[in-house]
């Protein structure tokens, strides 16, 4: 997701990022704005998703993106394997910096 932006702008059509079905409309967003030639705006909109997608790679993928999708509301998930008690804690509290991140960035 950090090199969405230089990707498109060197003239890729597009990209399979983890966040695009948590966050269509902004990922959407992104491109749309590249294609306008406004990276300014481009860059502003990945700049939100980006601490969202640091922590999300704390964990082992897809863990850290299942969690967000879980905190956002997109996706109700079970994991094969249980969480242990420190695991389970440490998603908990993932979950609570991405919420707090959701709400200061207006993100939905």
Same mark, same amino acid.
């Given at each position: 997701?950090?090199?969405?932006?230089?990707?498109?702008?060197?003239?890729?059509?597009?990209?399979?990022?983890?966040?695009?079905?948590?966050?269509?409309?902004?990922?959407?967003?992104?491109?749309?704005?590249?294609?306008?030639?406004?990276?300014?705006?481009?860059?502003?909109?990945?700049?939100?998703?980006?601490?969202?997608?640091?922590?999300?790679?704390?964990?082992? /993928?897809? !863990?850290?993106? @299942?969690?967000? *999708? $879980?905190?956002? #509301?997109?996706?109700?998930?079970?994991?094969?394997?249980? /969480?242990? !008690?420190?695991? @389970?804690?440490? *998603? $908990?509290?993932? #979950?609570?910096?991405?919420?707090?991140?959701?709400?200061?960035?207006?993100?939905?």
């Amino acid at each position: 997701m950090p090199s969405l932006v230089p990707c498109l702008s060197g003239g890729c059509d597009g990209s399979f990022t983890a966040l695009a079905c948590i966050f269509p409309n902004e990922i959407c967003k992104i491109y749309e704005a590249v294609e306008n030639h406004d990276l300014e705006t481009a860059l502003k909109l990945q700049g939100d998703l980006l601490p969202l997608t640091r922590l999300a790679d704390q964990v082992t /993928f897809p !863990v850290g993106y @299942k969690i967000l *999708a $879980e905190v956002v #509301g997109v996706l109700k998930t079970s994991y094969r394997q249980q /969480f242990g !008690v420190k695991a @389970k804690q440490e *998603a $908990e509290h993932i #979950g609570e910096q991405m919420r707090q991140l959701l709400r200061e960035k207006k993100i939905s």
